[in-house]
């Protein structure tokens, strides 16, 4: 019995030995250990690890927050940041614009050309309705336009050109009434369609019929908004990039994300502004949605007015708030800015007479409507009539310019 304990005790101790020196003096020639298991896998389906298509999107910065994405090579929608003619959306990834139709055997559009509102670009129907006043189309120099855009982490922004041109001026509409009526000229009449591309707001659908000299102003948000920008400016519409601006009442009453608010610094609102001029290109200032207590509050509205200014664009106040600091503010700094002399919604027929009074007083006049199927209709009816009073419907862009020389 003795024998055989000691017997197991030696055998233990060999195969504790043994233990001991795999562990300490691992056979080179062995690999790292190796679990197999049978894993059925389902027919059609792949094991490969997920590539860039497999990746979850990286998130834009959330509504009414002030934390803007950090700088990255990838733009603000988890794409590489797009160039003109191309469509930027919110909510998904950089798609680019689908090819005009052309004539049999014409040379295909570039993407700059795209963006410059070239004529080829598919018109909205009916707009342009004869307007002799504007040029359709308003082709620019591919090359110029290049030059107007700069790239930056959330998408193309605009910038004064190397040649000292200005958005402002380069996709304004073209029209013989430019500047201050002279004597025996008709007086100028601007009018801006408000309220396209804003929450839960109407399509650029809503313009056809229009004269190709009213102006649309269109918001950040939506889809495809490159391409209905590009179909208004072909059809000889000027447009306004329209950003939202906190109202008195806010959070009770919200503009959308992005909104720029009195509560953050400078350089939190300037990173939202440029979201939101990241959305497309090809428009000649910016236009305000909502904004009683942030165009009150000076020391918010300055910044903003500022890289307005420095980006080549002009401002419109929709005069929806008296207590603005916009005007004092642009005239220190040399923005091209107006407001809005009369807001049509409401009673539109009063409201174009009242308009009407005012151009024969000063020389022109401003009119801002919301997008409204009944009261685009009217606009269009009034317009045609326009000629027999003496009065011409320009571009906005026409209209500032105008006034500024009275």
């Known amino acids: 019995m003795k024998a055989l304990v000691v017997a197991a005790s030696i055998v233990f101790l060999v195969l504790g030995l043994g233990a001991a020196g795999l562990a300490f003096f691992p056979d080179p020639d062995a690999g790292e250990p190796v679990v197999v298991l049978d894993v059925?896998?389902?027919e059609g389906a792949s094991l490969e690890p997920a590539g860039a298509e497999g990746q979850a999107e990286p998130a834009l910065p959330p509504p009414n927050s002030a934390q803007a994405p950090a700088p990255t090579e990838a733009g603000?929608?988890?794409d590489v940041t797009p160039p003109?003619?191309?469509?930027v959306d919110p909510a998904s990834p950089v798609q680019p614009l689908p090819e005009p139709q052309k004539a049999p055997g014409a040379a295909p559009s570039t993407p700059m050309q795209q963006a410059s509102g070239d004529a080829t670009t598919a018109s909205i129907e009916g707009s342009v309705g004869g307007d002799a006043s504007v040029d359709s189309g308003m082709p620019d120099d591919p090359a110029k336009v290049a030059a107007l855009v700069e790239q930056s982490q959330y998408g193309p922004?605009?910038?004064v050109g190397p040649d000292g041109k200005r958005p402002a001026e380069v996709y304004a509409a073209q029209t013989r009434y430019a500047g201050k009526a002279a004597p025996g000229e008709p007086v100028r009449?601007?009018?801006?369609?408000?309220?396209?591309g804003l929450p839960d707001g109407v399509t650029m659908d809503?313009?056809?019929?229009?004269?190709?000299?009213?102006?649309?102003?269109?918001?950040?948000?939506?889809?495809?908004?490159?391409?209905?920008?590009?179909?208004?400016?072909?059809?000889?519409?000027?447009?306004?990039?329209?950003?939202?601006?906190?109202?008195e009442n806010y959070p009770a009453t919200d503009p959308g994300p992005h909104t720029l608010l009195t509560t953050l610094p400078p350089e939190e609102n300037l990173k939202r502004l440029q979201w939101l001029m990241s959305r497309y290109t090809g428009y000649v200032g910016l236009t305000n949605h909502m904004g009683a207590k942030f165009e009150a509050t000076q020391a918010s509205l300055a910044p903003v007015l500022e890289e307005v200014k420095a980006r080549g664009l002009l401002f419109v106040d929709d005069g929806s708030v008296k207590a603005s600091t916009g005007g004092q503010i642009a005239s220190s700094i040399g923005l091209d800015y107006s407001v809005a002399d009369v807001q049509l919604d409401g009673d539109v027929a009063k409201g174009l007479a009242e308009l009407e009074t005012l151009a024969k007083q000063k020389g022109s006049a401003i009119g801002v409507v919301s997008a409204k199927p009944a009261t685009i209709k009217q606009i269009a009816d009034?317009?045609?009539k326009l000629e027999a009073k003496g009065i011409v419907l320009v571009p906005v862009s026409a209209a500032i310019h105008a006034q500024r020389q009275i």
């Open 84 to 87: 003109p003619g191309f469509a």
């Open 206 to 247: 809503v313009i056809k019929g229009l004269p190709a000299s009213v102006s649309v102003a269109c918001g950040a948000y939506g889809r495809n908004l490159q391409e209905w920008i590009l179909k208004a400016r072909s059809a000889g519409h000027e447009v306004l990039l329209q950003i939202p601006l906190e109202p």
């Open 189 to 196: 009449i601007a009018i801006l369609v408000e309220g396209i």
């Open 157 to 159: 922004l605009p910038k």
């Open 76 to 78: 603000a929608n988890g």
């Open 40 to 42: 059925a896998v389902p």
């Open 382 to 384: 009034w317009a045609a």
